[in-house]
């Protein structure tokens, strides 16, 4: 079998380090596709993405092709089947929220654009650097020719984390849930949706009432701990380990693209995908929603209903991704 070009962004970088040899040792792609990566990083990122590929060689990986390094976009996307855009420029201290978008603007325009000139005619792109949905909208809209749903942002960590809460609190195995989404951005404002969510096929719904004695008290728990708690995670793991979510990151962007590629089945998973109106959401954003895959891409499940509260919640996310690509299209950028 051909080798899959992956091209990773930022891999020099906390979460590389975790993806990279994640992704050579199968665990993305499937035990029987080689794999070639490639990795783009800054000059001053260099010696980080060579390390990786230096501990890359000592795994002796049977699927791994092959390993390039540069910091030239357009030969990190030459052929490239998927993109994962991991490198970011992070807030610093005095940084405005238009000063963030513009810098990071100035890396997703131009990655797009590379994309659009120099990558496979089935290339894939997830983007998880920050802030996502918005740096996933920039990437596309530079790349013209390629379809706006082959870009997505991940926001599986926080479908993971919202599964592994809620897991916790009904304690029961992660395996035993189902139908968990998280919409909007992929920030403090998402909203971690558990109406339409199973236990071992019953609603989670009853089955918190029950475990916390009634209705009101199940809806006060996700209105006060739980949506909270899986939206100020990041914030949760940075307090306690000093720096921000690294092999979870990295996990939630290995089973984005394994599912995207090994396809969903009847389940859904939750990330950023480019918005056609569905519920709502305005044509062109990528805003987080139910998704499934079929193999060739993430497609938005519809379908659900949203209660007043869930309404509420969603347009609220909604409204801040509105007002960064308001931002970006006023900084000219797109
Ligand atoms: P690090 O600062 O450890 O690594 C980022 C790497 O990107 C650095 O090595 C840097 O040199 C490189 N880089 C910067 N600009 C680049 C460019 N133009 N081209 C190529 N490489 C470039 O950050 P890390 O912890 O790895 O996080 C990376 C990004 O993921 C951040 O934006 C972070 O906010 C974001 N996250 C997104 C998550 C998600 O669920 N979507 C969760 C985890 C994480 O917070």
């Known amino acids: 079998m051909d080798a899959t070009t992956v091209t990773v962004t930022g891999a020099g970088g906390q979460i590389g380090y975790s993806l990279l040899f994640r992704i050579a040792s199968g665990d993305m792609l499937g035990a029987d596709r080689p794999v070639r990566l490639r990795l783009l990083e800054i000059p001053q990122g260099l010696k980080g993405a060579e390390g990786a590929a230096l501990e890359l060689q000592d795994c002796a990986f049977p699927l791994l092709a092959g390993v390039e390094i540069t910091d030239d976009a357009r030969v990190a996307f030459d052929g490239a ?4 855009l991991v490198g970011a420029r992070p807030r610093t201290a005095g940084m405005e929220r238009a000063d963030l978008l513009a810098a990071n603007a100035g890396i997703f325009g131009p990655q797009g654009a590379a994309l659009n000139d120099v990558a496979a005619d089935d290339i894939r792109v997830a ?8 740096n996933a909208l920039i990437a596309a809209a530079s790349a013209p020719d390629i379809p706006g749903d082959r870009f997505a942002a991940l926001t599986r960590l926080d479908h993971d984390r919202a599964v592994a809460q809620l897991a916790a609190a009904l304690d029961v195995p992660v395996a035993h849930l189902r139908g968990v989404v998280v919409w909007g951005n992929h920030s403090a404002t998402q909203f971690p949706d558990v109406a339409h969510a199973t236990v071992d096929g019953r609603p989670v719904l009853d089955a918190l009432a029950d475990r916390l004695g009634g209705a ?3 809806t006060t728990w996700l209105d006060e701990e739980f949506v909270p708690r899986v939206a100020k995670r990041g914030a949760e793991i940075i307090a306690v380990r000093g720096s921000s979510s690294a092999a979870s990151a990295a996990n939630a962007a290995i089973s984005h693209v394994r599912d995207l590629v090994h396809r969903t089945g009847d ?8 918005s056609h109106g569905e519920y709502g959401v305005p044509d062109g954003l990528y805003s987080s929603a139910p998704v499934s895959s079929d193999g060739t891409g993430y497609r938005i499940v519809e379908g659900l209903e949203l209660d007043d509260r869930g309404r509420a919640r969603l347009d609220a996310s909604v409204a ?4 960064e690509r308001d931002a970006v299209h006023a900084l000219g950028v797109i």
């Open 81 to 84: 089947n998927l993109a994962l």
């Open 127 to 134: 983007v998880v650097g920050n802030p996502a949905n918005t």
């Open 216 to 218: 009101d008290a199940a």
């Open 267 to 274: 389940a859904w998973t939750s990330a950023a995908v480019l």
């Open 320 to 323: 801040e991704l509105v007002a």
